[in-house]
């Protein structure tokens, strides 16, 4: 799936040194998995949650690299569905890396119940079959809600 990128304006966000997630704007993936290693799962939801366009932006690059991403998923679907052009598709693209990324046994290990991930599975459908929606956006979620529905024993009929 090829998502559009972020434009100018989450880029335009000044970005603090302090802040261990800023990195996470145009780093790579090995430097954003070490700085949410550092920073920890819990200051990446908060910025999911709230904070300017940058914060979340970064917040959205930095969830798959989680300790446990599942808890991201309700939070991604959430700005998947939002209108930012520059948040929706990087939320959607990090959903699906997330919603693939998931295996039963890494779920158990973390037991996390498979039932807790049936809202962000909800609300993927819903967004997959948003006509308003942008079409990649539509399409990373409708993938990401049917890897979702596998792990759950949840698949379509």
């Known amino acids: 799936l090829a998502l559009a990128c972020p434009g100018d304006a989450a880029r335009a966000q000044p970005r603090s040194s302090t802040d261990p997630l800023a990195l996470a704007l ?22 999911l949650a709230r904070g300017s366009v940058a914060q979340r932006l ?10 446990a991403p599942e808890a991201a998923l309700g939070a991604l679907a959430a700005l998947a569905a ?3 052009p520059d948040l929706a598709p990087e939320a959607a693209r990090a959903a699906l890396t997330i919603a693939r990324a998931l295996t039963l046994e890494d779920l158990g290990r973390r037991e996390a119940e498979l039932s807790e991930l049936a809202p962000a599975r909800d609300a993927l459908r819903r967004l997959a079959a948003d006509a308003s ?11 990401a809600a049917g890897a979702l529905a596998a792990l759950t024993f949840d698949l379509p009929r």
């Open 26 to 47: 145009d780093a790579d993936p090995l430097d954003i998995a070490r700085a949410v290693a550092r920073a920890g799962d819990a200051l990446v939801l908060s910025r």
């Open 58 to 67: 970064a917040a959205v690059r930095a969830a798959p690299f989680l300790a």
């Open 133 to 143: 929606a942008r079409g990649d956006v539509r399409r990373a979620a409708g993938v």
């Open 82 to 84: 939002g209108r930012d």
